[in-house]
């Protein structure tokens, strides 16, 4: 089993759609959590952090659930430029601080 | 105002001749890893400094090498470069004892080997 597993899609939205990514990661002992985004070519750039009490940028939600080892980046009224793979990150996941275990990434095509 | 510089974006080299990349970092960060990252795969980390402290990963190749030579210098030397490490190799940096913990990615240097 992958230390954190997406969905790769690729997710095919119209502009203006709400879109809801899932991860999961199986290191209970993982200690913080992120939504970085890459575009085609380019690096990988943070989105957004993910807390337990869950969190909000913008069109951006993230949360974080502990129990179920589940975490969720939330779109709502899509963008063209929005449109990039999205990577779940989770640092500590083998119990080693400042190491980072990607998943896949998400693929999102937003179409006008 | 780049933070993490890797140069040269673009490499080419000829299969088995060394190849050395190179990462800069004005973050004043004491950790910094390598990434390879092939087409459609998630980044996968190939080592990482702690300050001076070198952290291989089990499973990265004899063939790559790392030297850190200050704080704001790493290079990734991939001594006899084969058609299968044709990769985007990525450096990030990161200060653990900050609050979020957040690694910054350089802009990556994309590897062909011919």
């Known amino acids: 089993r992958k230390e954190v597993e997406q969905d790769p899609g690729p997710f095919n939205v119209p502009e203006g759609a709400t879109v809801a990514f899932n991860c999961t990661y199986s290191?209970?002992?993982?200690?913080?959590f992120f939504w970085y985004r890459q575009d085609c070519r380019k690096e990988p750039k943070l989105l957004m952090s993910?807390?337990?009490s869950g969190n909000e940028d913008g069109r951006f939600t993230a949360q974080l659930n502990r129990a179920s080892q589940y975490i969720s980046l939330l779109i709502r009224d899509s963008k063209l430029s929005d449109s990039a793979t999205y990577l779940c990150?989770?640092?500590?996941?083998?119990?080693?601080?400042?190491?980072?275990?990607f998943g896949q990434g998400t693929t999102l095509q937003v179409k006008p | 105002d780049a933070m993490v510089i890797q140069n040269p974006r673009y490499q080419v080299t000829q299969f088995g001749k060394p190849v050395t990349l190179s990462c800069s970092q004005t973050?004043?960060?004491?950790?910094m890893y390598w990434y390879q990252q092939k087409s459609s795969q998630a980044p996968k980390l190939l080592f990482h400094?702690?300050?001076?402290?070198?952290?291989n990963e089990a499973d990265t190749p004899d063939n790559f090498q790392s030297r850190r030579p200050n704080t704001s210098f790493c290079f990734l030397d991939i001594r006899s470069p084969g058609l299968g490490d044709a990769a985007m190799y990525l450096c990030?940096?990161?200060?653990?004892?900050?609050?979020?913990?957040?690694?910054?990615f350089g802009p990556g240097t994309r590897l062909t080997v011919l």
């Open positions: 990150v989770v640092n500590g996941a083998s119990g080693n601080t400042g190491k980072l275990i």
């Open positions: 993910v807390y337990s």
């Open positions: 290191n209970s002992a993982s200690q913080s």
């Open positions: 990030a940096t990161s200060y653990p004892q900050s609050a979020t913990d957040t690694q910054y």
């Open positions: 973050l004043n960060h004491n950790v």
């Open positions: 400094y702690y300050d001076k402290d070198f952290n």
